[in-house]
Structure formats: C-alpha cells, structure tokens
C-alpha cells in the first residue's frame, strides 16, 4: 500500500495544471490583448461619435468636393485657384510633397555621395571641411536649420528690383530663383519621340556593343558610340523638324515679379536646401561607412590592375559598398519625405500644411488627419516595398 | 587594460610643416585645385558669417536669458529649478569620477557653461549676484560630485540607481506639491525653454524604453494577435511624420476622449513624443535580440529556465547592451525633434524665441539671432552627446565584434 | 511575409477610417435614432452631465484661458516673461468676476489651428484669442460673447510702391497668415475684382512681417490692428502705409464652449461691465470714489444697492469692483497696450470708441 502510495503522484498525473499550460497561457495572452486593443478602439471610437453628436464635430468627408477658398502659393500639374474644393487643394498638397522630396532625394544622394568621398579624401582641408559640415548639420534640429537658411540666407538675398542675374537667363533675390525656361511648340511632341527613340538605341547600342567587346576583347567603344547617338539625333532632329522644337521662355521683370520661364520660390528652394543639406550629412556618414567596409585589400587589388584613383573608386568600390549602403539610403530617403512636413514653418505648401490650413477653414480635424496619416503611411508602403525588391535582389546576388 | 598594439610601437614620423602641406594638400593637380576651392569656399563663410555677427541684434536673446532657459516659470519658484541643477551637476561630477571619458565632455560642458553664466559681463546680460554664485557653487559641485565618484562610495551600479531615481525627483521639484505652501503646484503651461526641450527628450526616453522592449518582444511573438499589434503600431508610428503625431496628441487625442477626461497639454505631447520614440526604440531592441546567438537560448533551456525568465535575464540584457549606442542615438534624434512642439504650440526654445519676436515688433528682423542661437544651444548639447556616445561605444566594445 | 501582413493592417486601418467617416458624415437616420434614445433618458442623465464650467471653475481654482503669446497689444510677454495683452486682460477680468483674483488664470498659449478643437473639446473655459466671430464658426466651435474689438482686415504697402488701391496691387505677391479668415478674405477680395496675386503663406505672423519687410512680398494683409502694431516696430516705418481700404469686418469676440448657457452668460456679462464703466466714467483710478457715487447706475454696477442679473449666474454681488480693480474698464485696458502711451503701439480707437463718441462700442443696460 504504502509504496503505491509513494507512485501516485506518477500514476495520476494529469498533465500540466491549467495555469502553466503553455498553450493555455498563449490563448489567454492572446484573447487578453485581443480584448484591450478592441476595448480602446471602441472606447476611441464611441467617444468620437459621442463627440460628433454632442459638440457639433464632423466626421465625414462630404466637405472635399467643397469650395476651398484660401489660396495656395504654388502648385505642380494642377493650375489651382482658392475656387477649386478642397480635395483639389489637398491633391496639390501632395504634388508638392511629392516634388520637393523627389528632387530633394536626387539632390540629397549627389551630396553624401561627394560629401561622403571628400571625407575620405588625402586632401586634409577637404577631409576636414567634409567633416566639419557633417557635425555641424547633424547636430542642430532640422526645423532650426531651415528657419536659418529661411531668415539667414534667402531673406538677405537683394530685393527683385535689384536681383543677382546671370545673364538675362537666371535671376535670383528674395523671392526665389527665376531661370529660363522651355516654351512648347508644334514640334515639341515629334521631337520628343525622337529623344527617347535615341535614348533607347543607345541603350540597345551600348549592351550590344559591350557584349561583343567583352565576347572578342577588342574595343569597340560602347559608351563613346552610344553617347553620339543619344546626343546626335536629337541635335539632328531639332534642325530637321519644321518648327523648332522648344522655345526660350525668359524671366522678365514685370510690375512686381519676374514673369515667364520657370520659379522656383523662396519657399521651396529654402525647404529643398534645407532638406538636401541635412540628409546629405547623414548620407554622407552611410557612403563612408558603405567605403570602409570595402576591405582594403580590395583597393589594393584595383591599385595592382593599373586602375587610376577614379576608376577603382567607380569599378571596384562603389558597386560593393552600394550593397551595405542601399537600406540605411532608402530609410534616409523615407526621412526626408517625412521631414518634408516640416514646410509648414517656412511656408511651402506641403501636404501637412494644407491640411492644416484645410482643418482650420473647412473644420474638419479628424477626416482631415486621417487623409495625412493615410498618404504618409502609403508613401513609406512605397519606400519600404522598394526596400524589399532591393533586398531581395541582393539575397538572390549573394547565393 | 591598456593593450600595446602595433600602431603604439610604429616610430611617429615628424613633418616638417611644409612637407605636411605638400603631402596633406598638394600632393597632385586635383588636390591643389580642391585645396584652392575650399579655401576659397571658407573665405566666403568666414567673412559672411563675421560680417553678420559684427551687425547683428542680439538684443531679442541677452534681454530674455531666463524665459529661454525655463519659460515662463515664476521666479519666486525657480529655486527648486537651480535644486534640480544642482542634483544633475552632482551627478554628473559623481559620473565623471567613476566613468571617466563617457560623460567628461559633460561634466566640460557643465563647468563651462556655468563659468560662463557666472563670469559674463553685466553689459552682455544682466546677471545678479546669487545668480553668479549659484554657478559659482554649481562648478564646485561638480568637482565634489568627482571626487565622491571616484572614492569607494562611486560604484557604477548606485551611480546607476542614483540617475535613475533623479528623474522622478528633478520632476517633482519642478512640478511641486498641491496643497503645498513651500513648493505649490507650477502649471505646466508655465514650463517652457530649454528646460521643456530637455525634459521632454530625457521622459520621452525613459517612457519609451518599457514600451518600446514590449513591442520588441510582441513583435517577436509567436502569439499572433499580439505580434500583429505589434508589427502594425510600429509601422504605422514609423510610418509618418513625428508633427503628424505630435498633431495628433495635441488636436485629435482629446477630440476621442470623454467630455470630462483632460489630459494636460505638456502630458499630450509627450505621450506623442513616447509613442514615436517607443516604436523606434523597438526596432533598435529587436536589433539586438536578433543579434543574440541561438546558442544562448538553448543554455538557457538547458538549465531549466522557461521561456519568460530566459527573456528576462538571459536575453534582453545581452540585447539591450548591444543596442545602447543605438538608444544614445536615438536620443540625440529625440531632443533634436523635441523643437517640434512649437508647431502645436508649447513654447520650448524655440517657441520661446517665436513669441519674443512676435511679442516685439522692433525685432522682427533680427530672427537670424535668434535661430543662430538656438541652433548653437542643441548644437552643444547634440556634439557632447555623439561625442560621449563614440566613447560608450568604445567602453562596451560593441562594434568589435 | 512580414510586409504582406503589415498591407493587410493598414488595409485594415483604412477600412476603418472610412467605416468611422461613413459613421459621423452620411447616414443621417442612424443619428436621429441615437437621438430618440437619449432623450427617453434625458430626465436622469441630462442634470448629471449638465456641463458647469462655472462649478469647475471654482473647484479649479482658476479659469482656464486659451490664449496667444506672440502678438504684440493683444497677447503677449512682457521682459518677466508674464502675459499681457488686451485679450489677456479680458481673461484677467473673468477671473476676476468669477474668483475674485485676476491672478487666477492659466494661459494655455493656442496656434490657430488649435483654436476650434480646445474648444469643442472644452480645454479651455474661454477663448480670448484674437478670435473673429464668424457663423460657422459659432455653429462649429462654441458660442461667442460680446465684440471686444472691431478690426477689419486691410493691407500695407511700401509707401515707394505708390500704391494706394487694391486694383493696382494687380499680379503682386501677398504676404498672409494661415488657417485665418484674412487667408480666404484676401482671396475672395481679389477674385471679386478679377485680379491676380501670389500668396506666401506663414504659420506665424512674426515670419510674415519679416519676409514683407525684408522685401519678399509687394504687400501684405491682416487685420488693421496687427498691421499697425508691426509698422510701429519696422525699422523705418514711415516708408510703410496701411492702405485706405477694408476688406473684411473681423468682429474679434472671445468665445466659450458650447453646452453652458450660464458661463457664456458670465464672460458676455464681464464684457457689458467693462464697457457701461466705461461709459459711466468709473475706473480703475476712481473705483474707491465711485462707491459712494449718487448715481443709481454706477451703485448698481458696483453692488452697492440692487442688481441686475448677478445673482441668478452665481456670481458675488460686486463682482464688477473685482473686475474694474483688477483690469480697469473697456477704455483703460485699450489705452493701456493700444493707447498713446500704450505698452504696445498706439492705435487711434476708431470703431472701438464708445457709440456715445461716434464709435461701435455698445453694451446693454445693466438692469
């Protein structure tokens, strides 16, 4: 008996009690949490419906088709007027998120990259100012910095009447930059075919030639032949055609402002600066890291084949330092769309600051938000899938 | 400690100043052009930036010291301001004793900016006399605060739990009790300047670090309802703009509240600024859980350690030591974020600066000044941060593996 | 994986928003059947939720006060850092009346944008805030007082420009503050004109003088009483004009939340006191004499014999001695930012004298 005893605990067992099962433990996590992230959304959103009812507040999105009536100060693709409604006003919002930030991204990349070089340059005074930029601007909020290149460098720029010109091609004084530009004609659409017809046989041109270079081994100057076509049939066919193609359209100072060729306002170009220059010094930072982490021996192999300082830089460097800089690159690119918000403090028409202004005009707080928070989050859906194709090329390269 | 490596013993080759030159800055055709070009380029700077500091105003930032430091904090209270000056000096002085390198740049930064404040001419900003001799004493507490740290009293563990338990103190003093004849409630709406900035960044910090270990391990779950929640709060928050979420603290959250429930203004944007750090501060932490060798997780299974405590004390640890530099950095972003928070309108330094030149018409064209020097004030702070940051990393040795 | 699943949440996040908007915007039945059950049970509920911002008020210990902190004359900080301004003395003195201490306020400082939400959130007890009342506004935000201000909305030109009418600002660049009634004011002027302009638009006021000052803009346009407190401070400012032209009225009335009839009752009342001692000579200098006066009108106003109305709003019989020792009457708090020796700049009075001396300022009886 008393040794049966001694096994019951072995005989009877009934698994793990209920409050240690790990599966039991699992679902009531989950349940749990399922419950309080339901229970805040209806607590959310039982309020604001409350609120809607009691205060007076508008939840729908019925008001876009209204008129907006405040103006805007400058707009891409969309010729806006204030009588236009307010989902236009919030289209040209985007627009204009959109273009400072893709050219910002352009701009951005040119910089860290001379930028990250120059750090690493033998020239001490070019390293050393490389560096001193890169500490300077990383150091100080964006927002400061862009209010300082608002206040501190355009608004000391001369007045229109008495504008820095470089010819009568570009003007430049407080309110933006002024630069000749193209008029469109007849011809512009024929010719453009041809612009991009060339540009494809070039293309054709240059993987053809290359192969057959790389196949023999003689040389038969791919990059040289496909440069004369992209650039010798355009030239042809800008005299061939009967009209010529594009017009020179100048900047003429009319009564208050130069009119005609294309402005870029202070605005713009002071967030654009201010965008470019800030991401630049952290792109910078992650080109010279992506540099280092090339191994020396590397640049020495490159040295040993007789490549010049540029070439191996070109060649050997930069196409695998491309790989550990390409993610940080495009997160810093998501930042400088997202930092592009900040226009509001200097007065560029970005998407955030229509949107205020829309809340405020058409009283629409939360529809309003929800469109911002809604496009942002589509715009870095955007980067982070490009990410994604990105880094998966690479996996593929790697294996 | 200190290991001779092979650099140690290379013989030190002395230029003479001309072969340096002729080395560092002429050595081919091209260097000789840039060198020209950037000397140029610094010209230009140089006298721009003198002529601009010869004619400036700087009337708008020496006639208003105190409302950039503390806002508008009333002045019979700002005692218990210089108290939490004093404990944070201290601090860092007991710091730098025991710590050495990781926070003297600091410790340089608090005695020079309080000789500064102590020694500055009258003419230069009008400082009175207790005034002078609280930076006067600050700078002696430093130096206390040094030799504590490193006599047997300085170990890194209490230094830990000191700084730790500083935070909640400074804030007390600063906020002060209801009810209280000595130290009265101060309104948040009071608080402002760079203290605002730095609070904010130093809570929102703290705040988001509990949070932010959560998401990390939530998203790292296999509970799918939890890790969904997890992955989509992180990427949503990252996702958008901080003055998106700031905008929704300030303007949206309350609009989704109960009539009756007030959250305070200064509380709104610093729930904003905690939910944007937490959701990076996830991803830094799930850096370093990823980080941890799956070797660890099986010893820990080994020794009989269940899921939960191998997290506790066998992996976030390990992982949290990995990411510290991370976390400085993130740092460093959030108190340069913090000037956000003038766009929903608190008036941290840069508000500060807005509303005096708002407020005064006659300098409404000395703004320049203004962001000039606010833009110096973070870059003092940013610069011994990062600096203080490489060294940590060095200390922990974390970019050697 | 990871990012498909991440797509499927903000897919989900979006069918939300929308379920929410389709919820709050179109479906007008559902409304109106949430609104037959409350009212079956407004007996209970509607006295326990009767909002009471006076009673709040009290217990608080202060009036909470929406407010701006970067507008020379109306809202502002003086050398200590304190706020001062014609809109922050009107707060004073709703303080004053309520609590007795005009010290007893919290300046919670509002961008524009914030303005309309701290109120229908209820933030705020009143909105002094260089606000323009307008009826959407009034059917959007709260309800509005009493005008403390009338301004219109003009535009100043460099007096070298030789402008002088709107017509001639034709193509010009236009320096505006944003999220304002001055942004859609001025293009509704000049659409109705057919003419052509290019707006800058600032957040913040400050940065819109500068750049007009600087030059970056042919004219720029605000209410009156804004523009002639920045002329004063330019560095020259007789080579600046504001031009002979309104284009808006900007009746500028401080606001409370909506949902308390007897609180807007108490700050539209604080206004009628400020303006009869106006009107009936007494003051912050006089108000010791003034108790003894003879005159029915000012015995009344001060508390000293019968009433009008105090009582029933809850507010101390001589309230108004609290107010005009604190704050002065509606002449003195103008003189003392906008006045010849104002603090501010000086500003002639025009439509804010009393409509005994040719201006709009009226308030009714107190009876």
Sequence with gaps: ?399 | ?401 | MKRTRFFILIATFLVLAFILAACGGEEEPETIEVEVTRIVEVPVEAEAEMLDIQQNVIDRGRVVCGSRTDLAGFGYLDDAGRNIGFDIDFCRAVAAAVLGDPEAVEFVPLTAAERGPALQTGEIDVLSRNVTWTSSREAQWGNFTNVMFYDGQGFMVPVASGITTLEELDGATVCVTSGTTTETNLADAFRQRGLDFTPVVFEDTATVYSTYESGGCDATTSDKSQLASIQSGFADPDAHMVLDITISEEPLTPATPSGDDNWNDIVTLVSYVLINAEQLGVGQGNLDEMLNSDDIKIRRMLGVEGEFGQADLGLDADFAVDVLRAVGNYGEMYDRYLGPNGLAFTLPRGPNELWTKGGLIYAPPLK
């Design chain 2, 1 to 401: 400690m200190e290991s001779i490596t092979p650099e140690v013993l290379r013989p030190i080759r002395t230029l003479g100043p001309i072969a340096w030159l002729r080395r560092n800055l002429f050595n081919n055709w091209y260097n000789v052009v840039l060198t020209f070009i950037v000397l140029g380029v610094i010209y230009k700077v140089l006298i721009g930036l003198i002529n601009f500091l010869l004619q400036a105003n700087w009337d708008p930032v020496t006639t208003r010291p105190v409302l950039y430091l503390v806002g508008q904090y009333p002045a019979e209270e700002l005692w218990r301001i210089g108290l939490a000056v004093f404990i944070i000096s201290f601090l860092f002085g007991i710091s730098w004793g025991n710590w050495g390198d990781l926070v003297q740049t600091f410790a340089y930064l608090i005695i020079a900016g309080s000789a500064a404040a102590a020694f500055i001419p009258s003419t230069i900003i009008s400082v009175s006399w207790p005034v002078r001799i609280f930076f006067l004493v600050n700078i002696t507490l430093v130096f206390v605060g040094r030799a504590v740290g490193r006599s047997r009293f300085g170990k890194p563990r209490t230094i830990l739990i000191l700084w730790l338990i500083s935070l909640p103190i400074v804030i007390i003093l600063i906020y002060g009790f209801a009810q209280s004849e000595f130290m009265p409630v101060v309104l948040t709406t009071l608080w402002g300047g760079l203290m605002v900035n730095l609070l904010l960044a130093a809570i929102g910090i703290a705040a988001s670090f509990p949070v932010g270990v959560i998401l990390a391990l939530g998203r790292r779950s296999s509970l799918p309802v939890l890790r969904w929640f997890c992955i989509g709060f992180i990427e949503i928050v990252r996702g958008v703009p901080l003055i998106t979420i700031l905008f929704m603290a300030s303007i949206i959250l309350p609009l989704f509240l109960p009539g009756d429930i007030r959250i305070d203004r200064l509380i709104r944007a610093l729930i904003g600024i905690t939910m944007f750090s937490a959701a990076y501060m996830a991803e830094n932490i799930r850096g370093g859980l990823q980080a941890i060798p799956l070797g660890q997780y099986d010893a820990a299974k080994a020794i009989g350690l269940n899921s939960t405590l191998t997290t506790l004390l066998i992996i976030l640890p390990q992982a949290i030591r990995l990411v510290i530099p991370a976390i400085v950095g993130q740092f460093i972003a959030l108190f340069k974020d913090t000037t956000l928070v003038l766009i929903v309108g608190l008036l941290e330094i840069l508000g500060v600066g807005k509303a005096i030149l708002g407020g005064n018409p006659q300098w409404v064209t000395s703004q320049t000044e203004v962001y000039l020097f606010v833009a110096a004030a973070f870059w003092v702070f940013t610069f011994s941060l990062s600096r203080s940051s490489r060294h940590l990393e060095k200390a922990l040795g974390v970019g050697e593996r």
């Design chain 1, 1 to 399: 008996m008393k040794q049966r005893e001694g096994r019951i605990p072995i005989l009877t067992y009934q698994g793990i009690p209920l409050w240690r099962d790990d599966r039991v433990i699992k679902g009531v996590v989950q349940v749990v949490s399922a419950i309080i992230v339901v229970g805040f959304l209806y607590f959310f959103i039982s309020n604001i419906l409350t609120a809607a009812e009691n205060r007076g507040l508008a939840l729908g999105f019925d008001f876009l088709s209204e008129a907006a009536g405040f103006p805007i100060g400058e707009s891409v693709f969309i010729q806006y007027d204030p009588s236009m409604s307010f989902g236009q006003a919030f289209a040209v919002g985007l627009l204009n998120t959109l273009k400072v930030s893709l050219i910002g991204v352009v701009f951005a990349t040119l910089v860290g990259i001379i930028v990250g070089v120059a750090r690493l340059s033998t020239n001490w005074l070019l390293r050393s100012i490389a560096g001193v930029y890169i500490e300077i601007v990383r150091n100080v909020p964006l927002l400061v910095l862009l209010f300082f290149i608002f206040f501190g460098v355009f608004q000391q720029l001369p007045d229109v009447q008495n504008s820095f010109a470089i010819g009568d091609l570009i003007f430049l004084n407080q309110r933006g930059v002024y630069m000749a530009w193209y008029l469109t004609t007849g011809s512009t659409v024929t010719w453009a075919i041809i612009l991009a017809a060339a540009f494809i046989l070039a293309m054709i041109a240059f993987v053809i030639l290359g192969s057959y270079q790389v196949r023999t081994g003689r040389s038969t100057y791919p990059g040289w032949i496909a440069l004369g076509i992209l650039i010798g049939l355009p030239i042809i066919g800008w005299f061939i055609l009967p009209e010529q193609p594009l017009n020179l359209d100048l900047p003429v100072l009319g009564k208050f402002n130069f009119v005609g060729g294309l402005t870029l306002t202070t605005q713009f170009t002071a967030l654009l600066i201010g965008l470019i220059f800030y991401t630049g010094a952290f792109i910078a930072e992650i080109v010279r890291a992506g540099i280092q982490a090339v191994s020396k021996g590397q640049v020495e192999a490159a040295k040993s084949i007789g490549l010049k300082p540029m070439q191996s830089l070109r060649l050997v460097i930069f196409p695998q330092a491309l790989r550990v800089v390409i993610p940080p690159l495009i997160s810093q690119y998501l930042n400088l769309t997202k930092n592009s918000s900040l226009a509001i403090a200097i007065g560029y028409p970005d998407m955030f600051a229509v949107g205020r202004i829309m809340i405020n005009q058409a009283g629409r707080a939360v529809p309003v938000f929800i469109m911002i928070m809604v496009t942002y989050l589509l715009l870095s859906l955007t980067y982070s899938v490009i990410l994604n194709l990105y880094n998966r090329r690479i996996a593929f390269v790697e294996r």
